[in-house]
């Protein structure tokens, strides 16, 4: 079972970037990598996801080393709006689809 | 498209007491879930269901029960309800199982339940 640990929180400003890794030590060969960002009184919505290198979208790019035991989400000149709870999602196929999320990373924007 | 539909949002219950909580999607998906998230922390899986016809428990099962009538529609069943299921509930479906794309949750915009 691919478990996950992310920091549990985060401060930023406005404009600066923002880069959250989240370790998976026990990846298996075909999890994928998705992100998700939750706003209060919301259901998490998806952002992002890669298997191994960069993947690049209009609101973040996520970045994988060759091992792929960790990844790191960049979120590129930071916005209040983007004050949020972040979620690393390793899929573990071998469970059935049985997707268990961590703890999250909360991150706070300030002007 | 509507999505993935949760209903009632809101519910109050007595200790004790049943009810069932709706969930249907509209995307064709083949596999859904229901997690639960208690205030400030993390989602945690109760059951899944990983096509039609099929449920496992998840993380949290002990206190639910699940029926997934059909390819859309999937309900979460408290028999009899506790305190500590004060939370808010959320709904998921994901397109497939087993390959790219699977872990991919579109999700409700939740059930908030209290237990007296």
């Given amino acids: 079972l691919a478990k996950t640990t992310q920091p549990i929180s985060m401060d930023s400003y406005e404009g600066q970037e923002v880069n959250i890794t989240c370790s998976h030590n026990n990846i298996a060969t075909n999890d994928y990598i998705t992100w998700y960002q939750q706003f209060p009184s919301q259901g998490p919505r998806f952002i992002i996801q890669g298997y191994k290198t960069k993947v690049t979208n209009e609101v973040a790019s996520l970045f994988i080393p060759a091992d792929r035991k960790s990844s790191t989400l960049s979120l590129p000149r930071v916005s209040l709006s983007d004050t949020a709870v972040y979620y690393c999602l390793v899929g573990d196929y071998a469970a059935g689809n049985k997707l268990t999320f961590g703890g999250g990373t909360r991150v706070l924007v300030k002007p | 498209n509507a999505g993935v539909t949760q209903t009632p949002k809101f519910q109050v219950l007595k200790t004790g007491q049943s009810m069932t909580l709706q969930c249907a999607q509209d995307m064709n998906h083949n596999s859904m879930y229901w997690y639960r998230q208690d205030p400030g922390m993390g989602l945690r899986l109760i059951y899944y269901s990983a096509s039609e016809g099929t449920t496992d428990k998840g993380e949290v099962p ?43 949750l579109t999700f409700g915009a939740g059930s908030r339940l209290t237990v007296l």
């Fill in chain 2, 62 to 104: 002990n206190g639910y029960n699940v029926s997934r009538l059909n390819k859309r529609e999937f309900s979460l069943r408290l028999e009899s309800a506790a305190p500590s299921q004060t939370s808010v509930y959320f709904c998921a479906s994901s397109p497939e199982g087993g390959a790219s794309g699977a872990n991919v």
